[in-house]
């Protein structure tokens, strides 16, 4: 197939389902639509990562504007892997919404046109050759998501899509004063000046860069990217975003969205790494890896409500992976993108299987859920299994990524620090399982302990898949493999 | 343009810039404050036509000429749409009750200016221009515009606050590079725009879901 096309297409099927949304709003039959969508960019993803595997040069498209490499293609891989997931349950879940008349058809064309446009806006990210052109794709995201986390229209929902747009918008800015300082040096520096927001030039060019212009742009970058990616100490719209968007929404913003703003932080960190050493990036995400980490922790302890919990636990693996690109040897940003793909299957399974909890029990508190397991053990089997992933916990590829990652962490002088997210990483096993043990285990409440929780089979094929993929990559990693090593590679690991 | 008028020129521009900034501090009636960023979109524009000119570049005439229309037109003019009509609540059209005082704000600011020359200092070293030597005049409006998101508790002062710091990552760009190359600069545009459009949108759900637009109000969703 042409290359071009190729690199096209993950942006453009998309584009292109939600250009339908906007004409036939969603109905019975469009209603599938964007899981096409999704499953085409997950095969255009899978056929990209084949062709780039070892290539560092990579595939360019549109003028020079898109570039895939190994590291874009395996991005690739876990947007389309989550959208699958996420547009699969949402014909289902959108059913129930309106069965229950908390939405109306001009809503739910609303949610298909927005949230293919933000499935569309995080492909162009991590293909964009330009830095430039990734923080209006970044920055879109937020625009697109706004309404879906203000979906329910209800003054939580309001409040949580005012918090999220503010904080993320104002976090963005900073990245983008970052970007236009990184330009100022880089045509300081004599770059052609059609190149000097392209990653792959910037990175070539890094030695000639002034560091004391660098020095400022790469912190703003990282704080900048940071706040899209949830990290401390910009990560308070997380929590509430997460918890009030729609069940699907909720798994591709916890599940891919903070890992590609998370992308955007690894691109600049080959540039960071060139101009001014390994040392500066490093002490930044080790600061904000341990902030997020204990910030995690400390919230998890008291937490109350399980759609909380589980944006709690986003911040802690985006902590667990800042943790991993701090090493930056080959095998912890190997381990650090296996982690985000495993996050990402674990995370959405569990926010698809928390929707379906909410729409029964009409709460998202702890308390409201009692002995889930007897009532409905499907979707408590399925939760159970989802945390203990997220918990790190094998057979799940979220342990065999922490065990990579502390072992390199070791191996590279990082040891102190990840001593200290261990530490907190057990506060977390603790807390997460004691409210585990309150929603699944001991008697139904008394009062509307009755109310079943239904899982629509069409929902439960892509939680039970995506637990599975995530238990099978836990035991052997197959030919992504050589898809992570060459991903790798191109984080600039060093050694 | 002699050296001489190009670089009182461009003082003036940024020179206008910084006290719109400034100035957004001082006043606490909302309509004020939103005439005030109009005019600081106009000191933009004319710090981009003042450069082009100087450079003999159309394009960056043009650039400032848009940049105009958008910072100085469109937006000020969503943001009114946004406003309470008028007779409506007094309350509703005016910062009540800043975090910090009027007074203190204008000190603050002054603080923000100091900090603002201090971290310019490395960015100035390297290409010592006068267009480069009005840098901490942008990351002043930068702070200040931070300065008005954390202390203001109006829904619309903290759209501006989020706007005066977009502005000012604008001069900054075309203060040290003539600005970010076309398509990105059309990008970040057209994602200001719209989230200008998402916040004023979601400040008319606030006033109908909160009966007002004061951000105290928001606490529903904590820990």
């Known amino acids: 197939m042409d290359p071009q096309v190729l690199v096209l297409a993950p942006v453009g099927l998309p584009a292109l389902a939600a250009a339908g949304y906007a004409a036939f709003g ?123 986390v203000g979906f ?197 399974a569990l926010f698809l299987s928390s929707g379906y909890i909410h729409q029964a029990v009409g709460s998202s508190r702890v308390a409201a859920v009692r002995g889930l397991a007897r009532r409905a053990p499907l979707v408590a089997g399925a939760f159970a299994l989802g945390l203990l992933a997220l918990l790190g916990m094998p057979p799940f590829s979220l342990f065999a990524s922490e065990v990579g990652i502390v072992r390199a962490a070791f191996d590279g002088g990082l040891g102190w620090a990840v001593a200290a997210a261990l530490a907190l990483m057990l506060v977390i096993v603790a807390a997460v399982l004691g409210r585990a043990r309150q929603m699944l285990l001991g008697p139904p409440a008394d009062d509307g302990g009755e109310a079943a929780v239904r899982l629509p089979i069409t929902a439960a094929v892509p939680i039970v898949a995506g637990l599975a993929a995530c238990a099978v990559l836990g035991v052997a990693a197959g030919p992504l493999v050589t898809l992570l090593e060459s991903a790798a590679e191109l984080t600039g690991a060093v050694r | 343009m002699t050296d001489q008028t190009y670089v009182q020129l461009l003082d003036l521009a940024c020179g206008a810039f910084l006290l719109t900034g400034v100035l957004v501090l001082w006043r606490r009636d909302l309509a004020a404050i939103v005439r005030l960023f109009a005019a600081q979109g106009a000191a933009l524009a004319a710090i981009v036509i003042v450069l082009g000119v100087r450079q003999a570049s159309t394009e960056l005439v043009v650039a400032g000429l848009a940049l ?50 201090a971290v310019a200092q490395p960015l100035i070293r390297i290409a010592p221009s006068p267009a480069a030597h009005a840098l901490p005049v942008a990351l002043t409006v930068l702070l200040v515009g931070f300065f008005v998101l954390v202390t203001r508790r109006r829904a619309l002062s903290q759209v501006v606050g989020f706007l005066l710091i977009d502005n000012a990552i604008t001069a900054t760009a075309f203060l040290t590079t003539n600005g970010v190359p076309l398509v990105v600069e059309l990008g970040v545009s057209l994602d200001v725009l719209l989230a200008v459009l998402v916040l004023s949108v979601l400040t008319n759900r606030m006033r109908a879901a909160f009966g007002g637009t004061d951000l105290d109000e928001l606490r529903e969703l904590r820990d």
């Open chain 2, 68 to 117: 105009g229309g958008l910072r100085a037109g469109l937006l000020p003019y969503l943001i009114r749409r946004a406003l309470p009509e008028r007779g409506g609540p007094d309350a509703e059209g005016r910062e009540t009750r800043p975090v910090v005082n009027v007074a203190s704000s204008l000190v603050a600011a002054a603080v923000l200016a100091l900090v603002a020359y």
């Open chain 1, 152 to 348: 329910r229209r209800t003054r939580e929902a309001t409040e949580a899509a005012w918090k999220y747009v503010v904080i993320c918008s104002v976090g963005i800015a900073l990245a983008l004063l970052g970007l236009v300082l990184a330009h100022y040096a880089a045509l300081h520096a004599n770059v052609p000046e059609d190149g000097a927001l392209d990653w792959a030039v910037l990175a070539r060019h890094a030695a000639g860069l002034d560091p004391g212009v660098m020095r400022i742009a790469v912190a703003l970058l990282v704080l900048g990217f940071g706040t899209k990616a949830g990290l401390a100490p910009m990560h308070a719209w997380l929590p509430d975003a997460h918890s009030q968007a729609p069940a699907p929404v909720s798994a591709l913003m916890s599940g891919v969205l903070l890992s590609v703003a998370f992308y955007a932080i690894l691109r600049v960190k080959v540039i960071a790494d060139g101009a001014l050493g390994v040392g500066f990036t490093r002490t930044l995400l080790v600061v904000v890896a341990l902030a997020s980490l204990a910030v995690a922790a400390a919230l998890l302890l008291a937490q109350r409500d399980y759609k909380r919990l589980l944006a709690y636990s986003s911040i802690e693996h985006m902590g667990i992976v800042a943790l991993g690109a701090a090493v930056g040897t080959r095998l912890a940003m190997a381990a650090v993108l296996l982690h985000v793909l495993g996050h990402g299957l674990g995370k959405s």
């Open chain 1, 26 to 148: 969603w109905r019975r039959a469009t209603a599938w639509l964007g899981a096409a969508a999704a499953a085409g960019l997950l095969a255009a993803a899978i056929v990209l990562a084949v062709r780039t595997t070892g290539d560092a040069a990579g595939v360019a498209a549109a003028g020079g504007l898109l570039r895939a490499d190994a590291l874009s293609a395996f991005m690739l891989i876990v947007i389309g892997a989550v959208a699958l997931a996420a547009m699969l349950a949402s014909p289902s879940y959108l059913a129930a919404e309106l069965a229950a008349r908390r939405t109306g058809p001009r809503a739910t064309r609303r949610y298909g046109v927005l949230t293919q446009a933000f499935i569309a806006a995080m492909a162009l990210a991590v293909l964009a050759a330009n830095l430039g052109v990734l923080w209006v794709a970044v920055e879109a995201t937020t625009i697109l998501t706004a309404f879906l």
